[in-house]
């Protein structure tokens, strides 16, 4: 009687870990992609696309773990920072293969740090990187063992070796042999990509079992967002890494499961004046523009908390500065976002010489006050908020005329002609370190969006942001760091370069049929563990 | 013979490369052109901006510029595409049968729902029907075409048949006026008060006079398709011309865009062309 | 069908003056923003409930009416006039005039407009009022819109040119204008009519689309064109029948115009 009990647990056991098996093993993921990738080349990816194939392909040295935020071993093993921030000795992982059978080695990171700082390759990855004028050295110590070295410090060296993709030297195919846990396999242009388990992937999970456990990943290429939605109801793909709020809300009332909120995220809706000296606005609006007073009156005229509720349906919060409160460590939590307040505005107005007239405002010399924002077309939230702030700057007497343009001609306003007044865009952070603004506050740098490439900071304050964002990058101290660019927020805060409006939030929609998925506010939102998810009904779910 | 299709040719041919440069000439006057939104990238420092600016700067003058492309054209090669990275060649071999598939199941189901109906419409001589036809013809009209595209995605229908449903309202109303005026004219009615068929009436009488123009149309149909097929190729993720057509303007991809508008307008002067010529046989049969 | 066409022009006549008189129908401007109730079903105060910006839709409606009634079929008049002056004239005179011109019409109708708005748009002010914008918008169209037509036309024109009671007139001594005019425009009505009766709601739409390059009807006017956009996306109004409305109204419009027009009746 025991041993047939015994029997039948032992049949049982077997029958539920081979189902298990199954459930955890094969299968093809299905998501979307807005466009199709513009390169392979995974030193040069700059669009969404390219990345996502990047970051499902590339084997990296280390790998910032999306949900604690810290630096983990992948290629690398170990590595040791010298030098003042300077140089960084790698211990590289032994018996890893491409792809394609080809071996990894200390020459292939080597070689791929020399294409990457390349600066004929004006790689952005290896822009990040460049922290001073001079080559970078590397130097093979042994098979498995490299040291670089870069001509200055650079803050934070490891952790922006989770953007480097590690590529072959020798193998004859080039970028396509790769050391992730996919590989591409086929390609429609324009329609989808398949990528498929890579054979000679080094990670195996605790059992020994070698990872993915997803047999194929199917990226269908779909720009409309309406239909990806209905794809996702209908379960034709897996799940939307970053979905917009009305949709959220829909998932949320189907299947609460199904949708996720990570948080605040790192990205940021903002506005701002053309401050430019040479764009061809009447010298009165550049008065405007250029004076604190008044770009201090217009954030406070702004009804942020409307904006959340209404623009993104209550999945924002009203924005502070540069960085969101979703960036914990690097987030000023002195500072509060500017109030509502259209009685301060109206005061501060005053100190201009503003004045309201007839329900029109003023300013000292009799011009009403009438000004366009720009902003790109398509983007659905920038336009609701456009014609919110529109009611909101009609309330203290401002005509504000929305203008909605195609991309190129935005940017060549922005970059080229400096023919617009106000701009409304957002930025998308995918780095926690505030080096990756760098070339955003610098004054003389291009990207210095409210007066780019000066010769010499145009006033104090901008001086005093040159100084503080170079002292951060020069010192290793987090600690420090973190004074100097706590210093940049509240000067950001206080001249409102950037009138900063909300930070979304970092929705997602999953299937219940994928499995330990841990959506986070870092990109790649869902499938940053991709190697450890897994595929099968909810019945036979592996709790982790 | 030969001289008349020497003729064609040559005036094809022209009216081509004229539109080549005419497309290009837009591109290039438009704002937005020589600008990529990768310089937006806060990662870049100044040295690559201004490689990249370079990159994107016009090659020469509209004039010089186009002949270059005309002289590199005769050696086969089309110019490589700046948004997507790829030679035009490739680009254009992968997704032009995509196109011409859409485009002619689109006529297909155009041409046949719309004259299909208009001819219901004038032979029945039913008010209920036109008014129905009218109301359909009308609907299909006001429904923009991302809405149309949504609708076939809920209902899992091959999202090409869009493009059947963008030129049906279109067939219908001109070849339904068109017959309506030829089942109006005096030997029409003679012949009905004789006692034909409605059949004999229908392939005799009323769709010979109404023939010319109804191959105009059929060259204006081919037309039309094209241009719907760009948004409706967008919108429903189809890798044809018309999505590379899209890209390519949103991107001010100019490579792109010469060689597409001189497809367009190939495919354009020999459809209407066909039609004309097929025009010109019947009058002289008649005659 | 007399019933009909009087309920059309019944319709219209009605439509035509409930937007002109909307200052006083609407219950609200079509541009204020009820924050406290965005995305609202129909109520006593809104009778066709609020868009996502909490704006009155039904007072929407009814401006945008106004915009779109107006200048849609101005434009397709436009369109239809361009499409008769070409095409009848290249179908009349036939021979190489009507080959040069119907090359010049393939090739119009070939090349990528869309660069000439984007050129129009970046020479306008960037705040010019967003009535100005639309009239320029709805011009453009017409101005872009006849080279489709304008080859049915020149087909019908050369084939009446040929007809017996063209070529009597001619033998009669009629000079070429008059031939034109009084013979030839009358008999092209079926076509014109047809062209027109198209281009009113493709325009429409055409606006609506055309607010990607900053063309077309500017915030917070609204047009029939921007309330259908409401409609893009699918998914999240299901629930919502009254966003249809614009739509109905506009089916319904077009509708009463094709009932209008066609005063041929079908042979008994």
Known sequence: ?544 | MLRGLAKLAAKVLIVVLLGGFLGATLVRLAPGYGVDEEELDPRLNQQSIAALRQAQAPEGNLIVSYFHYLDRLLHGDLGVSRTLQRPVVELVRERLPETMKSIGLGLALGWTLGLGLAIATVMSRAWYLDLFAGLLAGLLLCLPAAVLALLFVLAQAPARLVLGLIVFPKVFRYSRNLLARSSALPHVLMARAKGLGNLRVLLWHILPTATPQLLALAGVSVSVAFTAAIPVEALCDLPGIGQLAWKAALGRDVALLINLTMIVTLVTLLANSASDLMGSKLRRAEA | MKWARTLAIAFLVTVSATCLLANFIAPSSYAHQFRDVPDAAPSRQHPLGTDDLGRDRFSRVLYGTRVSLLLAPAAALLTSVLAAFVGGVAGFLGGWVERCVMAATDLFLSLPWLFLLITVRALLPLNVSPVTSVVITFALLGCLGWAGAARVVCADARALSQSDFVLLARASGSAAMRLLWHHLVPNLKPVLYAQFWISVPVFIIAEANLGILGLGVAEPLPSWGSLLRELESFSTISGQPWQFVPLILLVVVVSSFHLVLTHEELPV
């Open chain 1, 1 to 544: 009687m025991r041993h047939r009990l015994a029997r039948v647990v032992c049949l049982i056991s077997l029958v539920l870990s081979a189902v298990l098996a199954f459930a955890q093993a094969g299968g093809e993921l299905r998501f979307c992609i807005y466009s199709e990738p513009k390169t392979f080349n995974p030193l040069l990816t700059a669009d969404d696309a390219s990345d996502t194939i990047r970051y499902l392909t590339g084997g990296v040295l280390m790998r910032l773990n999306r949900l604690t935020q810290e630096a983990e071993p992948e290629l690398a093993t170990s590595w040791k920072i010298s030098d003042g921030g300077r140089t960084i000795t790698l211990q590289l992982r032994d018996g890893v293969r491409f792809s394609d059978g080809t071996p990894f080695s200390a020459e292939d990171v080597a070689y791929t740090v020399q294409q990457l700082m390349d600066p004929a390759l004006h790689s952005p990855t290896g822009d990040s990187f460049r922290s001073g004028e001079g080559k970078v050295i590397t130097r093979i110590l042994g098979k498995n063992r490299i040291a670089i070295t870069f001509p200055a410090p650079i803050a934070g060296l490891d952790k922006l070796f989770d953007q480097v993709a590690i590529m072959s030297a020798k193998s004859p195919e080039k970028e396509m042999a790769v050391l992730g846990p996919y590989y591409v396999a086929e390609n429609k242009a324009g329609a989808y990509l398949i990528l498929k388990r890579n054979p000679n992937y080094w990670k195996h999970d605790s059992r020994g079992r070698q990872l993915p456990y997803i047999d194929s990943v199917r990226l269908d290429i779909q720009q409309s967002r309406d239909i990806e939605a209905l794809r996702l109801e209908r379960g034709e793909i897996h799940f939307i890494n970053s979905i917009d709020a009305e949709y959220y809300d829909k998932v949320m009332a189907q299947n609460p499961a199904m949708a996720h909120d990570a948080g605040i995220s790192l990205d940021a809706e903002f506005m701002w004046f053309n401050q430019a000296p040479n764009s061809p606005l009447p010298a009165y609006k550049k008065a405007w523009f250029t004076s604190t007073n008044f770009r201090r009156a217009i954030s406070e005229s702004i009804n942020r908390e409307d904006l959340v509720r209404i623009a993104f349906r209550g999945r924002a919060h009203p924005a502070v500065g540069p960085v969101s409160p979703g960036n914990k460590f690097w987030f000023n939590a002195n500072l509060q976002p500017h109030p509502f307040d259209q009685k301060s505005a109206l005061q501060r107005l005053g100190q201009d010489g503003f004045h309201l007239q007839d329900g029109v405002l003023r300013d000292r010399e009799g011009h009403a006050v009438e000004f366009s924002v720009v902003t790109n077309a398509g983007n659905k939230y920038r336009e609701r908020m456009a014609t919110m702030i529109q009611q909101d700057l009609s309330g203290i007497g401002i005509k504000l005329n929305v203008v909605t343009l195609d991309f190129p001609s935005l940017i060549e306003r922005m970059t080229r002609t400096f023919d617009y007044e106000a701009c409304l865009l957002g930025l998308v952070n995918t780095d926690l370190d505030p080096n990756s603004q760098m070339n955003i506050w610098l004054s003389s740098s291009d990207n210095h969006q409210w007066n780019p490439s000066q010769k010499t900071p145009a006033t104090a304050w901008e001086a005093e942001i040159d100084k503080l964002m170079r002292a951060q990058a020069s010192t290793l101290d987090p600690n420090k760091r973190k004074q100097y660019f706590d210093q940049v927020q509240a000067i950001a805060w206080e001249q409102e370069p950037f009138i900063y409006l909300v930070n979304k939030d970092a929705l997602s929609a999953v299937s219940p049929a994928l499995h330990n998925v841990h959506p986070v506010v870092l990109r790649p939102q869902v499938y940053w563990n991709i190697e450890e998810l897994s595929l099968g009904t909810s019945e036979v779910a592996r709790n982790r």
